[in-house]
Antibody, heavy 120, light 110 residues
Framework: EVLVVQSGAEVNQPGESLKISCRVS????????IAWVRQMPGKGLEWMGI????????RYSPSFQGHVTISADKSMSTAYLQWSILRASDTAIYYC?????????????WGQGTMVTVSS | QSALTQPRSVSGSPGQAVTISCTGT?????????VSWYQQSPGKAPKLIIY???KRPSGVPDRFFGSKSGNTASLTISGLQAEDEADYYC??????????FGGGTQLTVV
């Protein structure tokens, strides 16, 4: 069974750093890309970027470039999304999802989401 | 890169059919046959229901039908059921290894 399990909810203060994770199982991690998607409270889905775990080829949405970093650890079958400086506007649910190709947006398996709350 | 345009809400009665539109540009929806649709129930992760404009993943009922004409993609749900009440999002490839989502449509089954 293909599973995508994300790390638990986080509560941080503005200015802090944070790294959340997305661990997969049931398939070959390096055979698919992993995408990160943001959903702000009561709002829609926003594509943040993607990574190929095999060679760490990473692409970002212009809206998120420079503010977040996407990475992956093949040995752990885990992808990561990190911030060096959190802002209150980063409060959202973050989903990771699997896709077969960056030019083929069929996100067929999703994690359960990680709620990130940034508040002083 | 603005979100694809979807109606904010649609509604229908059980057994009826509803159609949700998703309008983009020639740089995304109109330029590629890579449109997908997702169903998101409250408090849940999105679920893929249509990919490649009109293909259904295994397990998705054939009541869900996808299509595209020009810069507009559409999702039609026939034989509405109470369990179809959810938010629906379209998604398109937008070139240069980027992807864009629609703003989402809330479906109410009245």
């Amino acid at each position: 069974e293909v599973l995508v399990v994300q790390s638990g909810a986080e509560v941080n203060q503005p200015g802090e750093s944070l790294k959340i994770s997305c661990r997969v199982s049931g398939y070959i991690f390096t055979s698919y890309w992993i995408a990160w998607v943001r959903q702000m409270p009561g709002k829609g889905l926003e594509w943040m970027g993607i990574i190929h775990p095999g060679d760490s080829d990473t692409r970002y949405s212009p809206s998120f470039q420079g503010h977040v970093t996407i990475s992956a650890d093949k040995s752990m079958s885990t992808a990561y999304l990190q911030w060096s400086i959190l802002r209150a506007s980063d409060t959202a649910i973050y989903y990771c999802a699997r896709l077969p190709s960056p030019a083929y947006p069929a996100f067929d398996v999703w994690g359960q989401g990680t709620m990130v709350t940034v508040s002083s | 890169q603005s979100a694809l345009t979807q109606p904010r809400s649609v509604s229908g009665s059980p057994g009826q059919a509803v159609t949700i539109s998703c309008t983009g540009t020639s740089s995304d929806v109109g330029g590629y046959n890579y449109v997908s649709w997702y169903q998101q129930s409250p408090g849940k992760a999105p679920k893929l229901i249509i990919y490649d404009v009109r293909k259904r993943p295994s397990g998705v009922p054939d009541r869900f039908f996808g299509s595209k004409s020009g810069n507009t993609a559409s999702l039609t749900i026939s034989g509405l059921q109470a369990e179809d009440e959810a938010d629906y999002y379209c998604c398109s490839y937008a070139g240069s290894y980027t992807v864009i989502f629609g703003g989402g449509t809330q479906l109410t089954v009245v």
